[in-house]
């Protein structure tokens, strides 16, 4: 039995204008009033979503397409995050949903994250639609992206079918498609017409018991936990009786579905049963999480779920102890922390959380610096002072027992000119060159094999020596063998030695030793960095001395001391920077830079120890 519904998932790199089509086909399918008024990228819902351009979290949303005989379909859409640290999110969503739609920059072509979430697509057998999008630009390449996605899919290993994909060219700003690459108008029906005609119905068994396979786990304030997934076979009603398996067939909990949830545009809307086929949300279940099945409580065998990437990076949280701890956020204990990375850890599977012997900080690993500095910048939005380690890398053992660690494909786009510079700078960071070539207007593409530890921090480096053009894009590719020694930072650091506010007499003479971090009257406490020092030593020094006042006076007046602003670092700029010994002090206001041991005396014999071993 087929029915007028389709669920796809759409992938595309990090600014490819996925969020803009998906708008669009809001807008053409009748899914907002004429009058609404809505918000531009409204899938993008979160601010630090808004902010920075990139889609975090996975959401569903659905549209009504009506075709020329009038007859209705019923759209799942799921808007997929293009950065390879989501990709907690990604795997998890393609199990949901019978096809893909593939949206590549007419001018920059198959990026490194595309290629994660498609291999995985693929891998699953769906059949992807590829839209071009951006064909306005007036660098477009169309033919040649066209064929790099090709080799792409090859790549990857897509069978017959995958490989004679549909294409369509479009313009999601400007709200059309068509399969003419030299058309500049129209709308975006020849792509809900692809979307019926390509994408399979759902396979869905209507007659068996209740089956759903839980992908996505949020939380509500009223209903509790709410699992979104799609029914596998069968149908449920509100209040039916439902139990939530384990991978290996163990029953979790038994309860009853409270509440089941349908997407129609943004909206989550209540309905009162759902059938196979459907992607909907159920509440009601208290321990259910990702993973596990939901199902009639006959059924004892649970559902094939994907296995997870594991995380590749970890950092320390601990209770802020600095002299200024507690001034500006509300959320200081080392309980409200656990409680709040517990909470975050429950609902995204690429996070784990252990807790140290001392109880005072916690080891949060994830897959990547980004989705770390997300979790941070939300905790810190929310009112939350914590110490920040520099990021580590996992380490695991291959067979025979030797030390391995993660690698990271590397693709970096940079101007001809600074193409020796950048392999330079990657080879003494163990990154290993495996192509090389021109990619078009004065521009070069070079992929590297690195390990991660080698490019942590190393992203500021690379838009300095690029001048700030370079584009570098990384993503996960396996465990390694472990490359021995990475030289880190190259400069010691400025350390205040006592604590008050900064003065612009002894700040003068400081910049002759180096960048400052900190400008006039800032707060100021022993054991704080304040800048950069020129050569590789720490140096400690007195940033709050005035002037002394005399009866005497030199001849003419006083020089007006002139201060170059400080280098003010955002939270991923600090926490890339900061040495094994540092940390950064977060608070709702404010990104400081400390020693981990703020006592000068402390740090000499913890250097001395470490000289010992």
Known sequence: MTQALRNIAIIAHVDHGKTTLVDQLFRQSGTFRENQRIEERAMDSNDLEKERGITILAKCTS???????????????????????????VERILSMVDGVILLVDSSEGAMPQTKFVTGKALALGLKPIVVVNKVDRPDERIQEVLDEVFDLFVTLEANDEQLDFPVLYASGRNGYASEDPSLRAGTLTPLFAKIVEHVPAPEADFDGPFKFLVTLLDRDNFLGRILTGKVQSGTVKV??????????????????????????????VPVEEAKAGDIISIAGLTAATVSNTICDPSVTEPLHAQPIDPPTLSMRFAVNDSPMAG?????????????????????NVAIRVTESADKDSFEVAGRGELQLGVLIETMRREGFELGISRPRVLFGEDDHGKRTEPYEITVIDVDDEYAGTVVEKMAIR????????????????????????????????????????????RLYEKYGPHKGKIEGRKNGVLISNGAGEAVAYALGPLEERGILFVGVGEALYEGMII???????????????SKQLTNFRSTGKDDAIRLTPPKVMTLEQAIAYIDDDEMVEVTPKSIRLRKALLDPNERKKAGRKKEAA
Do not use: C, Q
């Not at 009786?241 to 163990?250: E, T, Y």
């Open 63 to 89: 549209v009504e397409w009506a075709d020329a005989n009038g007859d209705v379909t019923h759209i799942n859409i799921v808007d997929t995050p293009g950065h390879a640290d989501f990709g907690g999110e």
């Open 239 to 268: 209040n039916s009786p439902i139990h939530a398996l384990d991978n290996d067939g163990k029953i979790i909990e038994t309860g009853r579905a409270s509440k089941l949830l349908a997407f129609r545009g943004l909206e989550r």
């Open 327 to 347: 001034r500006e956020g509300t959320k200081v204990t080392s309980r409200m922390i656990r409680d709040r990375l517990n909470r975050e850890a429950e609902s």
């Open 430 to 473: 163990k990154g290993e060159m495996t192509d090389m070539r021109p990619s078009g207007g004065g521009k070069t593409r070079i992929t590297f094999s690195a390990p991660s530890r080698g490019l942590i921090g190393y992203h500021g480096e690379f838009l300095s020596d690029t001048r700030g053009t370079g584009i570098m894009n």
């Open 531 to 545: 800048g950069e020092n020129a050569k590789p030593d720490d140096l400690e020094v007195n940033p709050m001395k």
